[in-house]
């Protein structure tokens, strides 16, 4: 099954990106208890580049914090496709960061839907701001 792997060249490892991503002007959006924040790149190898986050301050335990990036790490690994395609397509380069806010504790089976549709909130907010794009983040 090629294509729902996660390679390393996919994850965020720069410093300067991470910062960028939790800037006050960067584009983000809280859909299905999903919260979604990209930056337009130029330095990646891949088309999207993911960061995953679990807060310490509503998760205090470390176990609880890597069980929550496990599964966000499984509903993007097996989501992601509809979106690098769009990338793909328009040529476009990003890096993202994916954060759970629900309230409910995070479920593979209950919040696949919620995350293929911020997955599309996604698609159709880079749909608007691609006629209308910033610099890239360096």
């Not at 390393?8 to 939790?22: G, M, N, P, T």
């Not at 999207?48 to 990036?69: E, G, I, M, Q, W």
Request: charged share 20%; proline share 5%; net charge positive.
């Amino acid at each position: 099954m090629p294509g729902f792997s996660l390679h390393k060249s996919e994850k965020v490892r720069s410093q300067k990106l991470i910062e960028s991503l939790f800037g006050k002007k960067t584009p983000a959006f809280v859909h299905a208890g999903f919260r979604i924040a990209w930056v337009q790149t130029d330095t990646t190898q891949a088309p999207c580049s993911v960061l995953f986050v679990s807060p310490k301050k509503k998760l205090k335990l470390a176990h609880d914090r890597n069980k929550r990036k496990r599964l966000l790490r499984e509903l993007y690994r097996l989501n992601k496709q509809d979106l690098l395609n769009y990338l793909k397509a328009s040529n476009l380069h990003i890096a993202i960061s994916l954060n759970y806010v629900g309230i409910e504790p995070l479920s593979f089976h209950l919040h696949q839907v919620g995350f293929q549709k911020a997955l599309n909130k996604l698609i159709l907010e880079l749909q608007n701001n691609h006629s209308v794009s910033a610099p890239p983040a360096h």
